[in-house]
């Protein structure tokens, strides 16, 4: 292969690197017997959260802060998108004893 264009090869996996976005990641976080798992979970904006509940009465998932506040049916799942960075505790109003952290990065 010739220097020549072993060097443009070489330039075109490095800007390929730099103009191909990073894919956000899917998280799941499962209500089942009246548990949140996992406890506390870690994500970046941009991320999606793919709430489940695999129990037979409904939940929420709602910010202290009051970010969100994501309604669950019976044996549903809903999915949110991360907007905003930040700490947030959650909980779930009809059974406030299921709480949960989640952590988003930049």
């Known amino acids: 292969m010739k220097p020549g264009r072993l ?3 070489a330039l ?3 800007l390929l690197s730099i103009v191909v976005p990073a894919r956000a ?3 799941q976080i499962t209500m089942e017997n009246l548990v949140v798992s ?3 979970t870690s994500a970046k904006v941009g991320d999606t959260i793919e709430w489940i ?3 037979v009465f409904a939940h929420t998932a709602t910010a202290k802060s009051g970010d969100f506040d994501v309604m669950l049916p019976p ?3 809903v999915m949110s998108v991360l907007k905003k960075a930040g700490t947030v505790d959650y909980y779930c ?3 406030p004893n299921m709480k949960a952290t989640l952590k988003v990065e930049p």
């Open 75 to 77: 044996k549903k799942s």
């Open 53 to 55: 509940n695999k129990d």
């Open 7 to 9: 060097a443009s090869i």
């Open 25 to 27: 990641a899917t998280i």
């Open 38 to 40: 996992p406890a506390e």
């Open 93 to 95: 109003r009809y059974h």
């Open 12 to 14: 075109a996996v490095v």
